[in-house]
């Protein structure tokens, strides 16, 4: 690899940079093509396949060419020439810039960030977003608080980050259901060769497509709840969300929302009311599966049952996830 560097050395900055994101696509998205490079660096055609070609003979293990769909795929033993981090390649996945992989990141302006507990490995998180661009199946091995290390066989559907961290929406054919899976809980992802209907599955998946309003309004407890309703940007007081189901208790743990129907939760993290809690926790608890993240949200029926130390519990995954 050392020599490798050497010769990288050796190219001029803007050939690096398309070298990287032939790599790019070939790690993250499994193809690449001179139409790619021609829409991402206004090149020529002949220009776009000099740079395939520098690839191809400085890690020719790396890229095949497929002669029926006349494009290049990953090769069978892809070792990366450049390094790649993983919140810098989800930040590409997700939002479509960030992909100068040659260059270090800096900020415009001074920016401090919160460190994350953990991020995704690249090597797991490779094969992951290949199947999911490609549409196929994954192979896993997964660790889960419920079921120890098992081996799961899951069709990838969409890619969330909760604020916290990043989860692989995933159909689990093992249980024959929809799931989150933490992706710093997967231990080992293998592509598939199997295609899969990935545009149906997630049609049906009913906490996916249901949307939900939270309609949020300064926790009563507050001194000064105007401040609240000026940071969130209210109009009367109230700031109304479309969420989807399945990402609604993300959203509201993320927050700290009290969802008691009473709002009881006291504390300083808690400058939130969900107002609307009661109409939500009378809806069947089958049609609400990760709102059991929200702190204080309980199905109807269960808050006369439940000590309050309970109630202020923050469960690590809902119902739903693994």
Not at 139 to 159: A, D, H, K
Not at 164 to 176: G, S, V
Request: with cysteine.
């Amino acid at each position: 690899m050392s020599q490798l560097s050497t010769q990288l050395d050796h190219i001029a900055q803007p050939q690096q940079e398309r070298l990287a994101y032939i790599e790019f696509r070939l790690l993250f998205l499994g193809c690449v093509n001179r139409a790619d490079l021609v829409r991402r660096f206004g090149l020529k055609e002949s220009a776009a396949s000099r740079d395939l070609a520098l690839y191809k003979q400085l890690a020719g293990d790396n890229i095949s060419y497929d002669t029926v769909d006349r494009t290049y795929r990953t090769g069978k033993q892809l070792k990366p020439l450049f390094d790649y981090q993983a919140q810098q390649v989800l930040t590409a996945l997700a939002e479509g810039f960030g992909d100068d992989f040659v260059a270090s990141c800096s900020s415009i302006l001074p920016v401090e960030q919160p460190s994350r507990l953990n991020t995704p490995s690249v090597a797991v998180l490779a094969p992951i977003s290949r199947a999911l661009f490609n549409g196929r199946r994954l192979n896993v091995t997964y660790r889960s608080l419920s079921s120890g290390r098992t081996e799961r066989p899951l069709i990838p559907l969409t890619l969330v980050d909760n604020g916290l961290r990043w989860h692989l929406r995933a159909y689990d054919l093992h249980r024959d259901r929809y799931a989150d899976f933490v992706l710093n809980r997967i231990e080992q992802a293998e592509e598939s060769s199997t295609k899969s209907d990935q545009a149906q599955l997630r049609q049906q998946d009913r906490d996916w497509q249901q949307q939900l309003e939270l309609v949020l309004v300064p926790h009563p407890a507050l001194t000064h709840p105007d401040t609240i309703a000026y940071e969130y940007g209210m109009a009367d007081n109230q700031l109304r969300l479309s969420v989807r189901a399945a990402l609604a208790g993300y959203l509201l743990r993320r927050w700290n929302v009290d969802c008691t129907t009473d709002h009881r939760l006291h504390g300083p993290e808690y400058h939130l009311w969900l107002q609307n809690a009661a109409t939500l926790q009378a809806l069947a608890s089958d049609a609400l599966p990760n709102l059991t993240l929200a702190p204080g949200f309980l199905p109807v029926g269960a808050e006369q049952h439940t000590p309050l130390s309970e109630q202020r519990a923050h469960p690590e995954t809902p119902r739903g996830s693994v």
